[in-house]
């Protein structure tokens, strides 16, 4: 069989092909292995919860999670009307700072709120898990990210 410059390119398209897969497949599992856990998935895998527990614990995250959604929804309105004072002032005026003003506090409400979550979930837990689960708590907020 004659290799002509058709079956070269055919090669090289395959390898390129190849590589690129294999570099996006490293990449999907690098990241995977980055990815932190979160406090959600070591109080459901890591502190044996009683079967009361864990049924208290969904109630719980069920609530969160609509009150998450609406503080996500105040924080994005408040972004955007920052964009339309930045759009409208192009310069830091009165509405750029007040519209920074209503972001950060938008953000304290989330921030708030989570904390408030967080301390929720801990009065469902024996003491024994609750010394755990503030280990787990201090470890993420005190951890570097880059790590």
Do not use: C
Request: aromatic residues 6%; neutral net charge.
């Amino acid at each position: 069989m004659k290799i002509t410059p058709v079956y070269i390119l055919l090669l090289l398209l395959l390898a390129v092909a190849a590589g690129a897969l294999g570099t996006y497949g490293a990449n999907r599992w690098i990241a995977a292995q980055a990815q932190p856990h979160g406090i959600h998935e070591f109080v459901h895998k890591e502190l044996r919860l009683t079967a009361s527990q864990e049924t208290q614990l969904e109630g719980l995250e069920q609530n969160f999670a609509v009150q998450h959604s609406q503080l996500e929804l105040a924080l994005r309105a408040a972004n955007a009307n920052l964009a339309r004072a930045m759009n409208e002032e192009h310069r830091y005026g009165p509405k750029v700072g007040a519209a920074i003003d209503q972001v950060h506090a938008r953000m304290g409400d989330l921030q708030k709120a989570t904390v408030q979550h967080v301390f929720n979930m801990r009065a469902l837990l024996d003491p024994q898990q609750q010394k755990a689960f503030d280990r787990e708590v201090s470890e993420a907020l005190t951890s570097d990210p880059k790590n």
